[in-house]
T-cell receptor, first 113, second 111 residues
Framework: DVKVTQSSRYLVKRTGEKVFLECVQD?????MFWYRQDPGLGLRLIYF???????EKGDIPEGYSVSREKKERFSLILESASTNQTSMYLC????????????FGAGSRLTVL | AQSVTQPDIHITVSEGASLELRCNYS??????LFWYVQSPGQGLQLLLK??????LVQGIKGFEAEFKRSQSSFNLRKPSVHWSDAAEYFC?????????FGAGTTVTVRA
């Protein structure tokens, strides 16, 4: 019954490493999102995509990039990880007809040492 | 700019007691409003949503919320809390692609 799958639940990386976070959804949703969740700050939007190969910056895009080559897959890339990117990353998807009702994955907890 | 304030960081409630979580928002037009719940180690799950119409909306797990435009509020309520309701609750506001989330309220349920 899993609908949004984030491939890595826990990752530990070193400063300067390139990090890929993968997200796959099986609901044929047009829109996909990457959020960052930090205690006391709630969820902040990093990037979203409303179609294949299309992307838009969210509120905190600095230090991140994304890729959407297929409709079902949305990747978050940290080109050179830094300690202040230690966080929980949540992927979500929604349909165009779904009026912003997001379906979330379980999250990927990234620690950068 | 849109924003959400959840004034209570942490609430402790006894099992069987009522629960109310506060949410205040700032938005330039008629908002879409949501409540999500996150259980430990899980992603967020939609509890309920408001788009238009009846200002009292019913959600899953016995939760309801009331939209009050004059107070810019969308408070979440449950008449009788169960131990399984211990979780973090997020209020969100927005439209189309951009939702803004509050900082969350953690609910602890004591026996």
């Amino acid at each position: 019954d899993v609908k949004v799958t984030q491939s890595s639940r826990y990752l530990v990386k070193r400063t300067g490493e390139k990090v890929f976070l993968e997200c796959v959804q099986d609901m044929d949703h047009e829109n996909m999102f990457w959020y960052r969740q930090d205690p006391g700050l709630g969820l902040r939007l990093i990037y979203f995509s409303y179609d294949v190969k299309m992307k838009e910056k969210g509120d905190i895009p600095e230090g991140y990039s994304v890729s959407r080559e297929k409709k079902e897959r949305f990747s978050l890339i940290l080109e050179s990880a830094s300690t202040n990117q230690t966080s929980m990353y949540l992927c979500a998807s929604s349909s165009e007809s779904g009026a912003n009702v997001l379906t979330f994955g379980a999250g990927s907890r990234l620690t950068v040492l | 700019a849109q924003s959400v304030t959840q004034p209570d960081i942490h609430i402790t409630v006894s099992e069987g007691a009522s629960l109310e979580l506060r949410c205040n928002y700032s938005y330039g037009a008629t908002p879409y409003l949501f409540w999500y719940v996150q259980s430990p180690g899980q992603g967020l799950q939609l509890l309920l949503k408001y788009f238009s119409g009846d200002t009292l909306v019913q959600g899953i797990k016995g939760f309801e919320a009331e939209f009050k435009r004059s107070q810019s509020s969308f408070n979440l309520r449950k008449p009788s809390v169960h131990w399984s309701d211990a979780a973090e609750y997020f209020c969100a506001v927005g439209a189309r692609y951009k939702l803004s989330f509050g900082a969350g309220t953690t609910v602890t349920v004591r026996a």
